[in-house]
């Protein structure tokens, strides 16, 4: 499913990747986070081939973003990043080896603080 089939013609593919094998995206599961300008932003994590499953979280609602680099990770400079959220279906979510981890951390720490001003969320407000 390409994002903008699945999400409209106006959304925007901040950035993709795969699972990968050496080093190689030799996978069925592919992460995005898109936005659609002015109204949402998300993080995406399609899986499977035949049978797929897709889960949506909004950026709002990430709590905690975490990196794992295993020595194996890091010769083919790939890293397991950890998301936890108040999603209710999607409470951890973790993007399996990925290619740098620790920009794509960074990403989503930005894209988090950039989405909770655009809605004057604060975190202490999230736990209502």
Not at 44 to 62: A, P
Request: charged share 30%; aromatic share 8%.
């Amino acid at each position: 499913m390409s994002a903008k089939t699945g999400y409209g013609p106006d959304v925007n593919v901040l950035w993709h990747d795969r699972k990968r094998w050496c080093g190689l995206p030799l996978s069925f599961t592919r992460y995005r986070i898109i936005e659609k300008p002015t109204k949402w932003l998300k993080l995406i994590v399609d899986r499977g081939f035949l049978s797929r499953t897709v889960e949506e979280i909004n950026m709002f609602r990430i709590e905690d973003v975490s990196v794992v680099e295993t020595f194996t990770n890091r010769m083919w400079g790939t890293g397991t990043v950890t998301v936890l959220s108040k999603d209710a279906s999607a409470p951890e979510v973790r993007l399996v080896r990925i290619l740098k981890p620790k920009q794509i951390r960074n990403m989503i720490t930005e894209l988090v603080e950039q989405d909770r001003k655009s809605r004057n969320v604060s975190v202490g407000e999230m736990h209502l």
